[in-house]
């Protein structure tokens, strides 16, 4: 259990409309990720941060926006939702160890968009 | 550009069957490459991480080898409850913080 927790696991949400999902940490990792997982397409990267008010974009950042005003805490935000966007959401969080940079991930959120 | 290629797609094993999963990767430089595995509707779970060619890891019934251009899952007499979906992941040096992953290969082991 890398002390993950996403919220909500399950949403039903209209094109149009605002959708925000959350992710909480309790392991005071300094990086945390948003991941989206597609069939075909495999797990692409939403956005990161790399502290408390840094984020960058991913590969896939179109349509979505983040903040992380604290540590624990990232939320990504879909500010008007589409159909393309409906895909199951992935946090994760790392920090540096030797060389690399294990990224742990949480449960999910499901989100479909109608 | 960094890409990583997951074979195969899918494998069908029967229990005891030992098999090999393979992940080519492309990148300017690596600084770790990682195996996940993933059951369904959970998120990945991390299972090793190797970081020099010629690196060896082992848990359980799973055993990864990594060279310059390619790693290997070798699954060694595997029972139902290894039936998943496997990811390759590379960390490039390129960055310091993204992973990139493959499509991944979904295991499914019969009884």
């Known amino acids: 259990d890398a002390g993950i927790t996403q919220s909500p696991r399950h949403k039903v949400t209209e094109t149009g409309t605002p959708v925000t999902l959350r992710c909480h940490q309790t392991?005071?990792?300094?990086?945390m990720y948003w991941y989206r997982q597609d069939p075909g397409h495999g797990l692409r990267l939403i956005h990161y941060?790399?502290?408390?008010?840094?984020?960058d974009k991913g590969e896939v950042s179109d349509g979505y926006s983040v903040s992380r005003s604290k540590t624990e805490d990232f939320l990504l935000t879909l500010e008007s939702a589409t159909s393309s966007q409906t895909s199951v959401y992935f946090c994760?969080?790392?920090?540096?160890?030797?060389?690399?940079?294990?990224?742990?991930f949480g449960e999910g959120s499901w989100l479909t968009v109608v | 550009e960094d890409q990583v290629t997951q074979s195969p797609e899918a494998l069908r094993l029967q229990e005891g069957e030992s098999s090999s999963l393979n992940c080519s990767y492309t990148?300017?430089?690596?600084?770790?490459l990682f195996w996940y595995r993933q059951d369904p509707g959970k998120g990945p779970e991390f299972l090793f991480t190797?970081?020099?060619a010629g690196e060896e890891k082992e848990k359980e019934r799973l055993k990864a080898t990594l060279t310059k251009k390619e790693s290997f899952l070798h699954i060694t007499a595997p029972k139902p409850e290894d039936s998943a979906t496997y990811l390759c992941?590379?960390?490039?040096?390129?960055?310091?913080?993204?992973?990139?992953f493959g499509a991944g290969t979904t295991v499914t082991v019969r009884a």
């Open positions: 994760a969080i790392s920090d540096r160890d030797r060389a690399g940079n294990t990224i742990y």
């Open positions: 392991e005071n990792h300094r990086y």
């Open positions: 941060s790399y502290g408390v008010k840094d984020t």
């Open positions: 990148v300017s430089g690596l600084r770790g």
């Open positions: 190797l970081y020099s």
């Open positions: 992941a590379v960390h490039p040096i390129s960055n310091d913080y993204k992973l990139s």
